[in-house]
């Protein structure tokens, strides 16, 4: 159960995927559009009612045309499946397919920001508190050194080398040129005494994909895809792919957009060593 209400009851009223941060549940939601018509207006309310006080951290809907996802919006708002569409990320798909894909991610990403976090740190935004408009989980904007421990625990030899080719340049070059040797030392010494030795296990190769915020897409032109190579010793490759969005989030953050940047894609595989 979540909340007061059961698996079934979830199941009748949308997709729900429920995971779990520090061992608190939170929801990511999966709404056919196609379906929304067979549930009753009563069961989705009480239902919304019943599932308030477990936070909502990614929505993905799909079965909606692009041309009329100003309309769903309203579809989606009198269902109840979230109070306010703009303080939940929420994305469109034309698929079921792509909106799972997009759910893995958003799950990932989560995980990945709350590395560091204390286990007594509260999950989601109390609701006395200002929620983003931001739809997307924004990182960090100056970490502290013992929240960036985490982020650091990684050796010298594997803890990032960002790599762009020639056509896929970002207008903020602090952040993608390579870490110097004496910078990686710097920070070193700068981390705390309690910071978690780093992992062992295999050297992987994550390229992320992800484009900048930008009006092309609503002139009908293809929006521009940047990449990003990282590689990270992990025990394996769900944790590779964690710690790489977590770095990736975290440089990100010194640029005034680094926050708007939608990761698209992510492959991981073994590194040749």
């Given at each position: 159960m979540v909340g007061d209400i059961r698996e079934a009851e979830m199941r009748e009223l949308t997709l729900l995927e429920r995971s779990f941060i520090e061992g608190r549940p939170y929801l990511l939601k999966l709404v056919d559009l196609s379906r929304i018509g067979s549930v009753s207006a009563g069961?989705?309310?009480?239902?919304?009612?019943?599932?308030?006080?477990?936070?909502?951290?990614?929505?993905?809907?799909?079965?909606?045309?692009?041309a009329i996802r100003v309309l769903a919006d309203l579809v989606v708002r009198a269902g109840n499946f979230i109070r306010r569409i703009d303080a939940v990320p929420t994305r469109y798909f034309a698929t079921e397919a792509e909106a799972r894909a997009w759910l893995a991610e958003r799950r990932a990403l989560i995980a990945a920001e709350a590395i560091g976090a204390s286990s007594s740190a509260p999950i989601g935004v109390p609701e006395n508190m200002r929620r983003s408009r931001s739809l997307e989980v924004q990182p960090f904007a100056r970490p502290s050194i013992e929240a960036k421990a985490s982020w650091e625990r990684l050796p010298a030899s594997a803890r990032m080398v960002l790599v762009t080719t020639p056509n896929d340049v970002m207008d903020d070059a602090p952040s993608t040129r390579k870490l110097l040797p004496d910078t990686l030392e710097r920070e070193r010494a700068e981390r705390t005494s309690h910071a978690a030795p780093a992992p062992r296990g295999a050297l992987y190769e994550i390229v992320i994909s992800y484009k900048e915020p930008t009006f092309a897409e609503h002139a009908g032109h293809e929006a521009r895809i940047f990449r990003g190579t990282f590689r990270i010793e992990a025990a394996d490759e769900d944790d590779a792919r964690v710690r790489a969005i977590a770095e990736f989030r975290r440089i990100q953050a010194s640029s005034s957009v680094g926050w708007q940047r939608e990761i698209v894609d992510i492959t991981c595989r073994r590194a040749e060593t």
């Open positions: 069961a989705r309310k009480a239902g919304a009612e019943k599932v308030h006080d477990v936070p909502v951290l990614g929505v993905a809907i799909f079965g909606a045309h692009f």
